[in-house]
């Protein structure tokens, strides 16, 4: 992982400046190989070559317990300037809002005509309506059809799609709770992307259960990095869970509340000291 050799060079060199996330797990800023960086709650960025892919990162405030994509962020993708204009891919596990905003999508859809919605049904609904809406608005700009795929999720199945120098794995998982009402019938998506020699795990909100996972062969995989709710490193389920299925050489807790957050950090890093915990805007992974 860049992070720990170059870290190294550092300790030699001491030229260049090098930060630190709350995990204590050193990073440097952004380099030419694979980045991951946090954007908010779930959401990451994930940069290689010509892709560069949004994952969960395009959402507006919703409840005080979830942290959300910056304003001053969240414009730039919306109007896909700098540093979001290249924007290849957008990702979403599923349709709450603490994970995606149909118009916030829509809108950087329609200003960037090179980026693709790659989503389940549920998203690419919301996104597709919110399109219609503002095309009405701005009739000379708006998303083309091709710049919508959907993934059909059910539960077990799974879906690859492969492009040059990337490979993504849906899996169609429940969502946390899916025994109520509420949540049985969200369509979460988890992500298996393999890019720039690394394979990155995303879960979106999963239920955590082994049933949910079992039918994958996740655990024949040899994961880099899980991206994994934060509950799930503070439960004795959870936590076997990680240490079977969803096992990963770097384990990074995300969804971390904005309110209490220092304790919630400590608690995550006793219960698992190897972790990181990804809280803060421009936290990131370089490979
Ligand atoms: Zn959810």
């Not at 010509?50 to 507006?60: E, M, P, Q, S």
């Not at 979403?92 to 603490?98: A, K």
């Not at 710049?147 to 990337?166: A, D, P, T, Y």
């Amino acid at each position: 992982m860049r992070i720990i050799k170059t870290f190294a060079v550092l300790l030699i060199f001491a030229t260049a400046v090098c930060g630190q996330n709350n995990s204590g797990v050193e990073v440097t800023p952004g380099n030419e190989g694979l980045t991951v960086e946090y954007i908010a709650n779930e959401g990451i960025s994930i940069t290689h070559g010509k892709h560069r892919i949004l994952l969960d990162a395009v959402h507006r405030q919703y409840r005080p317990a979830y942290a959300f994509t910056p304003e001053d962020i969240l414009s730039k993708i919306e109007s896909a300037r700098y540093p979001y204009g290249n924007i290849s891919m957008i990702l979403v596990s599923h349709h709450h809002l603490d994970h995606f905003h149909a118009e916030s999508i829509a809108r950087h859809l329609m200003n960037n005509n090179n980026a693709v919605l790659v989503s389940s049904d549920q998203v690419v609904d919301e996104v597709e309506k919110s399109g219609a809406e503002l095309k009405k608005l701005f009739p000379r700009r708006s998303a083309k059809p091709e710049q919508f795929r959907r993934i059909k999720h059910e539960w077990k199945r799974s879906e690859v799609l492969e492009q040059e120098g990337l490979k993504i794995t849906f899996l169609g998982l429940k969502h946390a709770n899916s025994e109520l009402p509420k949540f049985r019938d969200v369509q979460n998506l988890g992500h298996l992307i393999e890019i720039g020699g690394k394979k990155l795990l995303h879960i979106g909100d999963a239920d955590m259960l082994a049933e949910n996972f079992d039918s994958f062969g996740l655990e024949d995989q040899v994961i880099d990095v899980a991206f994994i709710p934060y509950w799930f490193l503070l439960s004795k389920d959870g936590k076997a869970l990680l240490k079977k299925d969803l096992r990963a050489k770097t384990i990074v807790a995300v969804h971390v509340p904005p309110s209490n957050q220092s304790k919630t950090i400590r608690d995550i890093l006793v219960s698992m000291p190897s972790a990181v915990v990804f809280t803060q805007k421009g936290e990131m992974l370089n490979y």
